[in-house]
Nanobody, 124 residues
């Protein structure tokens, strides 16, 4: 099973920045795009951002629009999530995954090959 691996998480103060990276472990695979989700303790996993390999369209949750930027490399099934102006409410485990349907970019059911997650903690 090919899996995506996240890196770049850590502890940062309010207003700081972090850059998360996601890369495929093992053989390459086909997908329609990449997405980032996050899950805080006691909460459901929520959509953060996604990118479509076809045309490079990007999608963002309202809560991160203007602060986070997603980028990706289709050939390597890799991507980054640049997070600026971080807030305490951004604290969560962040996951990347591959979009396998070509639609439903905001929904976790459209994704597979989930990574193990990377912890992001924003202190106030």
């Amino acid at each position: 099973q090919v899996q995506l691996v996240e890196s770049g998480g850590g502890l940062v103060q309010t207003g700081g920045s972090l850059k998360l990276s996601c890369a495929a472990s093992g053989r390459t695979f086909s997908s329609y795009g990449m997405g980032w989700f996050r899950q805080a303790p006691g909460q459901e996993r929520e959509f953060v951002a996604a990118i479509s390999w076809s045309g490079g369209d990007t999608y963002y949750a309202d809560s991160v629009k203007g602060r986070f930027t997603i980028s990706g490399d289709n050939a390597r099934n890799a991507g980054n999530l640049q997070m600026n102006s971080l807030k305490p409410e951004d604290t969560a485990v962040y996951y990347c995954a591959a979009n396998i349907l070509g639609n439903g970019y905001y929904s976790p059911w459209a994704y597979d090959n989930w990574g193990q997650g990377t912890q992001v903690t924003v202190s106030s």
